[in-house]
């Protein structure tokens, strides 16, 4: 599966805790990341400051859903189920 454009739910829900270029504390979930454009495309894409953990993750329909809505739910959901 790709990744639905425009959808930044990975960028949104799941909490990143590795350092991000201005987010040195990385991001909790259910925080806009930094780095996620108004057209909620990563501003960090395909350049070496992108942590690993984003470059890693994988469009799957199991955590991706069929809409934008539906990964930002289910990204919430495996968040508060492996806290």
Not at 15 to 23: F, Q, R, T
Request: charged share 20%; hydrophobic share 40%.
């Amino acid at each position: 599966m790709e990744c639905r454009a425009g959808c930044g739910a990975c960028c949104i829900a799941p909490s990143i805790s590795s350092p991000i270029p201005g987010m040195p504390e990385g991001k909790p979930a259910g925080v806009r990341c930094l780095h996620l454009s108004v057209d909620y495309l990563c501003a960090l894409f395909g350049r070496a400051e992108r942590p690993a953990v984003c470059a890693a993750f994988k469009a799957d329909e199991f955590v991706c859903g069929d809409s934008r809505e539906s990964a930002i739910r289910i990204l919430g959901w495996l968040e508060q189920a492996t806290a």
